[in-house]
């Protein structure tokens, strides 16, 4: 009765690493549950000991279905050891597969750095996986980065291959600001030759309605403001003469040319009238 309760503690106490090997073979507990990598020195050094074995789950394939977390594992016969035949038969065991859980808000580059390690660690061929089998994107439990499942499907970007981290940071704000300049900027420089052509328009437009102006005043008396009209008409021709216009604007600037030309012709033909005569 001593001996049992002696050997429950034991059992009930918590051991990690070198420290269950060490009580295994002390015989301070009857078993040890390792969740770890079967190259792990602890692990190593447990399937090596002639004195340890381990244990088969017959109805692995019952666990996994009763709970989701776990799988089914094959342990092959003389994996550990070929020539000493260890173990001596396939052992069904039970394991559970590794998470690795990131916040929200961290950075996609270091979650593709992340998994580009464990590609670098676990992505080779092992006792319980094939070449590339691990890691891998489906979790039923948690959702995944969405930069990871970009690396899943299109693994390392072009800047992570051939360019340094500190370099590739910078160069993917670069071309995000790029981009964001060409997506305003394309519209913009569609605006601006209407614009351009807006505000040329409004100059002819600005001398069109001088001109309009002045020949609107020939409906009243001119005999005493004949000389005023005079200036005014040389004055916008002289005006107009010293504005560049683009070339598509041509006709247009020889139309008001014109139509200066016939203001002007109407002035003469009132100041060589008769009674305009007599009257200056």
């Known amino acids: 009765m001593s001996d049992n309760w002696r050997r429950s503690s034991a059992v009930d106490r918590s051991f990690a690493g070198t420290a269950a090997v060490e009580a295994l073979n002390d015989d301070k507990v009857d078993a040890v549950w390792i ?11 447990l399937l090596k000991n002639p004195n340890v074995r381990p244990m088969s789950f017959p109805i692995a394939e019952a666990f ?18 070929i020539d000493r035949n260890i173990p001596a038969n396939d052992v069904p065991l039970i394991g559970t597969t590794a998470k690795v859980l990131v916040r929200g808000d961290l950075h996609p580059e270091i979650v593709q750095l992340l998994l580009q390690t464990m590609v670098e660690v676990h992505g080779g061929r092992g006792i319980f996986q094939r070449s590339g089998e691990f890691p891998h994107s489906t979790d039923t439990e948690y959702p995944v980065a969405p930069a990871a499942i970009d690396f899943y499907k299109n693994g390392p970007s072009f800047m992570q291959r051939h360019v340094p981290l500190w370099l590739s940071v910078h160069a993917q704000r670069a071309i ?12 913009t420089a569609r605006l601006l ?4 052509n807006w505000i040329t328009r ?10 309009k102006a002045l020949e609107a005043s020939f409906d009243g008396p001119m005999n005493k403001h004949l000389s005023e009209k005079q200036a005014e008409i040389e004055r916008i ?3 107009v003469s010293h504005i560049r216009f683009p070339l598509t604007f041509s006709d247009q600037l020889y139309n008001l040319r014109s139509h200066i030309e016939i203001v002007r012709r109407k002035i003469a033909s009132h100041a060589n009238t008769p009674g305009q005569m007599a009257a200056e």
Do not use: K, M
């Open 176 to 187: 995000a600001v790029l981009v964001a300049a060409i997506a305003l900027g394309l519209p």
């Open 64 to 81: 996994t279905i009763i709970f989701s977390d776990l799988v089914r594992l094959v342990l092959p016969r003389a994996v550990i050891d």
């Open 35 to 45: 969740i770890s990598a079967p190259d792990a020195t602890a692990v190593q050094s």
């Open 202 to 211: 409004r100059r002819l437009f600005y001398w069109y309605a001088q001109l």
């Open 193 to 196: 030759p209407l614009a351009y």
């Open 237 to 239: 021709e002289e005006a």
